[in-house]
C-alpha cells in the first residue's frame, strides 16, 4: 500500500494498493494528479483523484523482464524514463504512452535517471559507477558523455 499525504499537515490525500513491493514513484510535473510507481516488473500510472480514499490505476505496463528500479518524469512532463537491471532505459510519451525510445546494451544495472532541464538529454547511473548521458528520444543510443567513479553508485542529480 502507498499513502500519499499533504506534505504541511500530512492529511492522507490518496492510498494506492500496489504489489509487490514498489522500488520508485514519480509524480507529474504537469499534472498534480498523474502519479506513477514500478515495482519489480511493473509499472502502474496513477490518477490520484480518489474515488473515496483509493486513487485509480488508469495505465499498467508488465513484462519488464529483469526488473525496474528507478523512474523519472521528463521537467516539462511530456516524457517518463523507466531503468533497471536490464540494461535497458524505456522511455513513454506521457499523452499517448507510447514507447518513443529505449536505449540498450552497456548501460549496466541501472538505479538513478535524471532528464536535462529542456529534456534533450537523459543521464542514467548505475551500481558500478558509471553514469553515462545520452539524446532523448532524437538519438538514444548515441553516448553523449561518459564517466566511471572508482567505487560506489553514480548519481545522476547533475543536471
Known sequence: MISVRETACGTLQ?????EPSVVGVAFSPLDENLFVSISSHTMTV????????????IRTVSGFPEGCSCVEFSPDGK?????????????????????IATVAGKLGEIHSLRFSPDAKLIASGDIGGKLQVREIPSNPNALVGQSTYARGWASTRIF
Open 46 to 57: 496513477w490518477d490520484l483523484r480518489p474515488i473515496g480514499t483509493m486513487a485509480r490505476a
Open 79 to 99: 516524457m517518463l524514463a523507466v531503468g533497471g537491471s536490464n540494461d535497458n532505459i524505456t522511455v513513454w510519451e506521457t499523452d499517448t504512452w507510447n514507447r
Open 14 to 18: 490518496a492510498a494506492l494498493s500496489h
